[in-house]
């Protein structure tokens, strides 16, 4: 970002500006489902988005991604999702993203729940409000049951 101070914005600058905002999305989704804040979540992802999480399920849009999520966690007691290791490549106002997933489920008297980690590998575009997530694949490595 430029200021009289400090003149334009480098290319280098620039770019690390989007990886950086890339990767705050990645910590937004998390941060949106341990926080239950649905609305949060909505805004991580386009309108439209294609979301493939294996196992689990798959979903065409926001909306339908976000009931979804209502519902799976709406038995639940604390959750703590983790996304590490992000490497995000941008390329004009699209960008590729691979990270890492940790989740704890835990049921809500806090004796059990499942924990589960794999990988994400989405594409994002650059809206008027910012990056979305407009398709993600969760690729498994381990589900688990913890406690009780």
């Known amino acids: 970002m430029s200021t009289p101070e400090s003149g334009p914005e480098s290319a280098t600058e620039s770019a690390w500006r989007d990886r950086q ?18 609305d949060l979540l909505r805004r991580c992802f386009t309108a439209d988005c294609v979301v493939d999480y294996g196992p689990v399920g798959s979903w065409t849009g926001a909306d339908e991604l976000v009931t979804f999520m ?13 996304v590490t ?10 960008a590729t993203a691979r990270a890492y997933v940790d989740a ?8 059990g729940g499942v924990t589960a980690a794999g990988s994400y590998a989405d594409r994002l575009v ?15 490595a381990r589900f688990a049951s913890v406690g009780g």
Request: hydrophobic content about 40%.
């Open 21 to 38: 905002e890339v990767g705050d999305v990645l910590i937004r989704y998390a941060t949106a489902i341990d926080g239950r804040d649905w």
């Open 85 to 94: 290791n992000v490497v995000a490549e941008v390329d004009g106002d699209e």
């Open 104 to 111: 704890l489920i835990m049921n809500p008297d806090g004796t």
């Open 70 to 82: 209502v519902a799976a966690h709406a038995g639940a007691g604390h959750t703590l999702h983790r």
């Open 126 to 140: 650059r809206t008027a409000a910012g990056w979305r997530i407009a398709t993600r694949t969760f690729t498994p």
